[in-house]
C-alpha cells in the first residue's frame, strides 16, 4: 500500500498552515474543520497549486517536493485527478468529448483506467452524448469526477465535491464515492465541513483547527473521542464496522455481526456476506446496567464506559466500547448519576437506530 507523505508550512498574512502527516495509501482521507482551517491549502499543496516551505509531498514512490533535495514538480507534471465543488465543465462539449479531454493529457502507456470503467463507476453511461447545460448538478458532478478518473491519477484531490448541491443530489452521489474507494486502489483526498458526509465516506481523518492539524486518525476512533470536539456536534455518531450474516425473509430483518455482536436491522437490499458500514447516532443510544428484557428495542450489547465528558444542556456524553467497537451515547446527567456510571462500569447499550451505509 503507497503511503503518503505531507509536510510543510504555508505561510499567509493572517494564516499559517503548519502540517507534517503520513496517511494512508489508499482509501478515503478526509481534511475536515471549520471554515478557514486549512483544508484547501492543504490540498492545494498536494496538487502542487501553493509551494509550502520546508516541504515534502510525497505519494508512495513519487516524490512531488522535496525541500531538501530541492525537488519541485509542478502541477501539470503531478498526477492528480482534481474535483471541485463546481463540477466546470466544458459547456460545449458533451460530455463524452468533455471526458475525452480529460484522458488525452496523459500519454496511452500511462492509461490504466480506461474511459468505459469511468463511465461504468460513475453510472453516466446513458449521458454521454448530452451537454453539460443539460444535466443536473448531481450529473454534472459524476461527469466531472469521471473525467478526473480518466486521468489515471496518482491520487484524487476532492475539494467539496458535494458542497454545491441539496441533499437529494449528495445522497445520489454518495453511492458511486463509496464505489470508488471500494473498487479502486487510488487514494482519495476529500475536503469537507459537513461531519454526516465525513462519517459516511471517510476511512481516515484529518481534524484541522486554525492551521494545525488536531489530529489524525482511522475515522471509528476520531469520532468517538472525546478529547476531539467531533462527539460534541449534534449529529455525532459512531462508525460500526460489520457483516451481513443472514437474511430473515419471514420478519425481512438483516443480521449484521460486528466486533460486540449481532446488529437485526430491517432489510435494505442486503446480501449475506456483504461488508457494511452503519452509523450509530449517540442521541440514539440509552444505557442500562441491566440486560434489557421484554423490550421492542432489538439491539442491545454488552460495553465498558471508557469515558465521560460533560455537554451541553446537562447532558452527558459517554465513550463506550463494545469489545472493540467505539460507540458513543448522550444522556442525561441525572440518568449518569442514577446508573452510577463511570469509567470501566460494565453497561448494557441499547441502540434505536441505525444507518446503513454501505
Ligand atoms: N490565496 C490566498 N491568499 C491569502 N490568503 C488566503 C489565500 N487562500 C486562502 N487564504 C486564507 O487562508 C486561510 C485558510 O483558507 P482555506 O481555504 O485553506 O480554508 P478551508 O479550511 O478550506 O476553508 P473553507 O471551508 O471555507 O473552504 C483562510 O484564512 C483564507 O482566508
Known sequence: MKNLLLKGKVTRKNFELDFDLALPGSGITAFFGESGAGKSTLLRAVAGLVQPSDG????????????????????????????????ALFPHLSVRNNLQYGMKRIPAEKRVISLEKAVDLLGIGHLLDRVPDTLSGGEQQRVSIARALATSPDIMLMDEPLAALDMKRKSEIIPYLMRLNAELEIPILYVSHA????????????????????????????????????????VAAAVVNGQVIEEDREYCLSTIRFSGGNILLPSANLSVGQQVRLRVQARDVSLTTEKPVNTSILNAFEATVVNLSPDANGQVLIELDAKGTRLLSRITSKSVNTLKLGIGKPIFAQVKGIAVIE
Open 56 to 87: 515534502q509531498i510525497r505519494i508512495g514512490d513519487e516524490i512531488w517536493q522535496d525541500d531538501e533535495k530541492k525537488i519541485f514538480v509542478p502541477t501539470h507534471k503531478r498526477s492528480v485527478g482534481f474535483v471541485f465543488q463546481d463540477a
Open 195 to 234: 461531519l454526516e458526509e465525513v462519517s459516511m465516506l471517510a476511512d481516515h481523518l484529518v481534524l484541522l483547527e486554525k492551521g494545525k492539524v488536531i489530529a489524525s486518525g482511522k475515522i471509528s476512533e476520531m469520532l468517538t473521542r472525546l478529547d476531539l470536539p467531533l462527539a460534541y456536534y449534534d
